[in-house]
């Protein structure tokens, strides 16, 4: 849903949230030629992480075009943080003995890192005896195994406390608490986007609507503090209030939102129309457990509205979870394989396939830079069984997917160790989707801006369209 770091679209809420991941408790291995999903209370749960691209102004993970670079004032904050960050490290895992306690003599005896943790124990000593200031040491366990994983060179590693991973588990299922909408950050214009506000949340009830744009919080104008630093001051604890300062048709409001609890809604829908034919618009913002449900819910309503196709938009959709995306595909593909996951070594560790239901409507699929992991699977496997042809640009890629391993004290860390793709294409990771239909975005406009405009304005909204109508009616 988001991530603090190099995502530009958001939900606005108290915890950050996951991706694609499997996590396992048992003797730390991930399980393997397992057929269904497992459940976090047997120790295992799956997913294929999804990455956490952004807007024209934070590119995914650093994945820039090879033209002219710029810096957001958060990529600068990010570099910087990491080279202090860099240079305590060796203190810190000094620490990290006095903070879990004594090595073992067996522990740095044998393996390959013997020697790390002799010297280890050996600083540990140091500091014992010596450090001037032993009792202003307040580093944690928490603290020195995100440290961990941040230097591992895992791009997609994740660590979570164990109240972090309970917070996460409930947004695997939709809920979360904050004030509940989806925005995206335009950094170089100072605002928040509101895309959309989630039924029945804090946000919709205190008046916040789609299309709002956010100039402050608290007072605060981000013109002044920037729109990062803005972005911070809104999560809080449930119960305390924030207020948001938006423009509307040209007016100023003020809506003082308290926090609480709300549903995320994966899937937002919409009826277009051209030439007095009907199409639906179906926009899947994140593959978690109830996107299945939502989409299936949206097909029948657009079914309802007498639809005859539809357009499946995963622009900045950063994926989400296995068992979402392989329950979404079996929902529209024919009979056969559809996902095929691989270890590290090239042998396959799953298959999954789809039973003989299949949604027959012409579909078409809208894809972007910011479109990774589940989505781009959903994109490649559309393409692949000529469900739906593929308008946009070329995705993130991203292929590969996390397993979840669960800590003796409760914590859960995500570890990249594994490939996924479909049975007809080889993997993409690191090289991406090229679309059907290339279709640039036109100048002025780019990924940040671009749910808050008018369909009518969309270029490659408007070009899956016309193609969808065109397959409609058979010219």
């Known amino acids: 849903m988001f991530s603090e770091e190099n995502t530009d679209n958001r939900e606005l809420t108290t915890e950050e949230n996951t991706e694609i991941e499997e996590v396992t408790t048992e003797d730390n291995q991930a399980p393997e030629n397992e057929t269904e999903q497992p459940t976090v209370d047997q120790g295992e749960t799956a997913v294929v992480e999804q990455n956490e691209p952004s807007g024209e102004s934070r590119q995914p993970k650093q994945k820039k075009t090879k033209n002219k670079k710029t810096y957001t004032r958060g990529q600068l904050v990010f570099v910087t943080c990491i080279a202090v960050f860099v240079s ?5 895992q000094v620490l990290f003995i006095a903070l879990t306690g004594s090595i073992k003599k067996s522990t ?7 020697e790390f943790f002799k010297l280890l124990n050996e ?15 307040e580093i944690t366990t928490d603290e020195m195994l995100m440290q961990y994983v941040a230097l591992s060179g895992d791009r997609y590693a994740r660590y979570y406390t164990r109240e972090e991973w ?14 509940g909408c989806y925005v995206s950050l335009d950094i170089q214009n100072n605002c928040i986007y509101v895309i959309h506000v989630f039924k029945g949340s804090p946000a919709y009830e205190a008046g916040l609507r789609d299309k709002d744009v956010v100039i402050a919080v608290d007072g605060n104008l981000f013109e002044d503090i920037g729109v990062e630093a803005g972005y911070t001051m809104v999560p809080g604890k449930k119960g305390t209030a924030v207020t948001l300062t938006v423009m509307r ?4 409001f003020d809506f003082k939102i308290t926090r609480g609890d709300y549903t995320f809604e994966p899937v937002m829908i919409d009826v277009l129309e051209i030439e007095n034919h009907k199409i639906g618009y179906v926009h899947i913002i994140e593959f978690i457990d109830t996107t299945p449900e939502y989409f299936d819910i949206a097909v029948s309503k657009l079914k309802s509205e007498y639809c005859e196709g539809i357009i499946i938009d995963l622009r900045n959709n950063p994926g989400g979870q296995l068992n979402a995306i392989v329950s979404l595909l079996d929902y529209i593909e024919p009979k056969g ?10 042998t396959m560790l799953q298959s999954y396939k789809s039973d003989s239901r299949e949604l027959d409507m012409p579909l078409a699929v809208l894809c972007n830079e910011n479109t990774a992991s589940a989505a781009e699977l959903m994109t490649r496997s ?12 070329k995705t993130f890629g991203k292929g590969c997917g996390q397993s979840g391993y669960q800590l003796s004290n409760g914590s859960v860390v995500y570890v990249t160790s594994f490939y996924y793709k479909t049975p007809e294409s080889d993997n993409y990771d690191g090289i991406g989707i090229t679309p059907d239909h290339v279709v640039d975005y036109p100048e002025g406009v780019n990924s940040i801006n671009l749910f808050v405009q008018d369909h009518e304005d969309d270029v490659q909204l408007q ?13």
């Not at 917070?167 to 004030?179: K, P, R």
């Not at 048709?249 to 100023?252: A, E, L, P, Y």
């Not at 394989?337 to 090239?346: L, N, S």
């Open 88 to 92: 305590i490290v060796i203190t810190t």
């Open 108 to 114: 740095y005896e044998d393996g390959k890192n013997a």
């Open 123 to 137: 600083l540990q000593g140091i500091y014992e005896a010596n450090y001037l200031y032993a009792d202003s040491m």
């Open 166 to 179: 309970a917070a996460e588990q409930q947004s695997m299922i939709g809920q979360s608490a904050g004030i």
């Open 249 to 252: 048709n040209g007016k100023r």
């Open 337 to 346: 394989e559809i996902v095929q996951i691989y270890k590290k070594d090239g």
């Open 382 to 393: 559309l393409m692949d069984t000529g469900k739906a042809e593929s308008y946009g640009v």
């Open 463 to 475: 070009a899956a369209l016309t193609g969808l109508y065109k397959s409609i009616i058979g010219d």
